[in-house]
């Protein structure tokens, strides 16, 4: 298993002043699958998030992509070795009109970033790509609208825009539907099933009737540790996933 | 012109600018008419003003755009600019009295010394962010300011460096009046080079990195190199600013190394409008000449009326003069269109 996983983690660790987020998680994403973390909140999913795109240093453990060791390398490295992510909390350039925010991600993998001495203009050679992406997410009509104006979904389907314009090999996902509307979440349901061929997708998702749609593989995490893991069907009949969901709800109560 | 980020043509802004920067975008033509406007205010200065003051302006405002390019493009505070207008004005100062060189090469020695300064400076302090980034950098501005005043053979100490000349092919600059002239030029250059870096791919990344770091590194962009690319840029851009002072004051002292300094860019900066560019150059004309003027009257305290009217911008215009005139200009333009 471990041969074939395209990203995968071993004995992941991360410890925050006494407190253990994640504890021991091993984890093989399959290529071409999209693999969901399910938990109750606390559970480490954000965390694991984090160490798995070097927003985090493991407190032990590995973490290789595609058969290479790429623990501890700082985000902007494992972004460009094809990891890209969205933020749980919208994260935006306020200011930036929404084409801007591709062109920017698009510009990203050349070094025209650099170019202090050459004109803004050049990015116009990622207009036509930007609109791509922009159109298939739905937001062709707003692309010149600054980040700001756009409604909480529209921000969401930019993330994505965005993430996509990395044309990464992994995508992970933070709740991708979090806070969304039901008409949204079809919409990015449906998006998420047409960009995801030929690409392996990680999400964090509570909702799960989008797991359902979705995800062939899901990894439930308790406090910092992975409970359960299989197909969708065969881990919502899992009595230890049962279990934690009510007893997660009680203790809210 | 009076814009920051490199908006697309016509995009309609739905919200008022907020945070540091004013996102209007002016059509072309009044674009063209300001530029035409300042240029040719710049070629009138030396005949409305002392020619002496005019000259401190145009230092002052290569100073300023340095300084507003960290503080307003990067979103980064440097508290210790002084560390580089002063080492420039140190070193153009040596290189023309001891090789009497034309001052242009010596400024431009002055303002590479700058730029190299900032990369171990810049390296250490960019990995801090808001007011550590300020402390961190007034700390080094701190040590070069004593290294300066102990390493008297070099920099003479107290006395400072006498006597710096004005040599360019033997021309006659000892009138302020043609000198102004003689340095319009480079500070031109300067001011265009820092229009160009703000509307460059590169400037698009950096307003990038301020608004949202962690989503530009997401990005795969290495905000820390890129913080340090325009570090060092902004520290050149002063360089050329100090090293111009030097010569327009034939004179160099450890005044140009003191925290002061430093603080003084800051308040010309946000005088005349953090992320607006041209700001820092508008606050740079009206802090130097109201400083002439104060000390003309015979008037002790100037901090106390700069610092006064700078209290007052900070509290009732937050974007500066530059950035609240844009504004409304901007929102007079959007209702005349409707």
């Known amino acids: 298993m471990a041969g074939q996983a395209l990203l995968s983690a071993r004995g992941l660790i991360r410890d925050f002043r006494g407190f253990r987020a994640v504890d021991g998680v ?134 994505l825009a965005i993430a996509l314009a990395l044309d990464p090999k992994v995508l992970l996902l933070d709740e991708p539907t979090a806070g969304m509307g039901l008409e949204d979440v079809d919409r990015t349901v449906d998006l998420i099933a047409r960009v995801r061929s030929g690409r392996t997708v990680v999400m964090v998702e509570h909702n799960m009737s989008v797991v359902g749609r979705l995800a062939d593989t899901v990894t439930v995490l308790q406090a910092g540790k992975v409970l359960v893991e299989g197909p969708y069907e065969q881990v919502r009949a899992d009595e230890r996933v049962i279990t934690a969901y009510l007893g997660a709800a009680d203790a809210a109560h | ?101 034309p001052f242009p090469v010596a400024v431009l020695a002055g303002a590479l010394t700058a730029a190299a300064l900032a990369v171990p400076i810049g390296y250490l302090a960019v990995k801090r962010t808001g007011i550590y980034f300020a402390m961190v950098t007034l700390a080094f501005a701190q040590l070069v300011y004593y290294v300066a005043n102990e390493w008297r053979s070099v920099t003479r100490g107290e006395n400072g460096l006498q006597g710096v000349p004005r040599e360019l092919f033997g021309l006659d600059l000892r009138d302020d009046y043609y000198f102004y002239y003689a340095i319009l030029p480079i500070v031109l250059l300067g001011l265009a080079a820092a229009w160009r870096i703000v509307h460059s791919p590169f400037g698009r990344v950096l307003v990038g990195i301020r608004d949202n770091p962690a989503r530009a590194r997401a990005l795969g962009y290495p905000v820390h190199r890129y913080k340090l690319t325009a570090f060092v840029l902004s520290g050149f851009i002063a360089g050329l ?11 160099v002292s450890l005044d140009v190394l003191h925290w002061t300094t430093s603080g003084k860019a800051v308040i010309v900066v946000v005088l005349g409008g953090i992320g607006t560019l041209w700001g820092g150059v508008l606050g740079a004309a009206i802090v130097v000449r109201l400083e002439d003027w104060l000390s003309f009257s015979g008037f002790e305290a100037i901090g106390l009326v700069t610092g006064g009217i700078f209290v007052l911008v900070v509290l009732l215009f937050r974007r500066g003069i530059w950035g609240s005139v844009a504004a409304l200009v901007t929102r007079w333009w959007a209702a005349r269109r409707r």
């Not at chain 2, 697309?8 to 674009?31: E, N, Q, Y």
């Not at chain 2, 600013?241 to 030097?246: K, M, N, V």
Request: proline share 6%; hydrophobic share 50%.
């Open chain 2, 241 to 251: 600013g100090g090293g111009l002072f030097a010569v327009g004051h034939r004179f």
């Open chain 2, 1 to 101: 012109m009076t814009s920051t980020v490199d908006t697309p043509a016509d995009a309609a802004r739905p919200t008022p600018p907020s945070g540091l920067v004013t996102v209007a975008r002016a059509p072309g033509w009044v674009r063209y008419a300001l530029l035409a406007v300042g240029l040719l205010t710049a070629l009138w200065l030396p005949n409305g003003l002392y020619p002496a003051v005019a000259v401190d302006i145009l230092c002052w405002a290569l100073f300023a755009v340095a300084v507003d390019l960290l503080l307003g493009f990067t979103g980064l505070m440097s508290f210790g600019h002084a560390a580089f207008w002063g080492t420039s004005a140190y070193v153009t100062g040596l290189v023309a009295i001891h090789l009497g060189l």
């Open chain 1, 26 to 159: 091993d984890l093989d994403v399959a290529p071409d699958s999209v693999h969901a973390l399910v938990g109750p909140n606390g559970a480490g999913k954000t965390t694991l998030f984090n160490l798995l795109t070097g927003f985090l240093r493991p407190s032990g453990g590995r973490i290789q992509l595609a058969g290479r060791d790429v623990t501890g390398l700082p985000p902007e490295q494992v972004a460009r070795l094809g990891v890209a992510r969205s933020f749980q909390i919208t994260s935006l350039f306020p200011q930036l009109s929404a084409r801007e925010h591709v062109e920017l991600a698009l510009q990203s993998p050349s070094g025209l970033g650099w170019r202090f001495w050459r004109s803004a203009k050049l990015m116009r050679r990622y207009t036509d790509r930007a609109g791509e992406l922009l159109d298939m997410v739905g937001l062709a009509e707003l692309a010149e609208a600054p980040a700001e104006a756009l409604a909480y979904g529209r921000k969401r389907a930019l993330e």
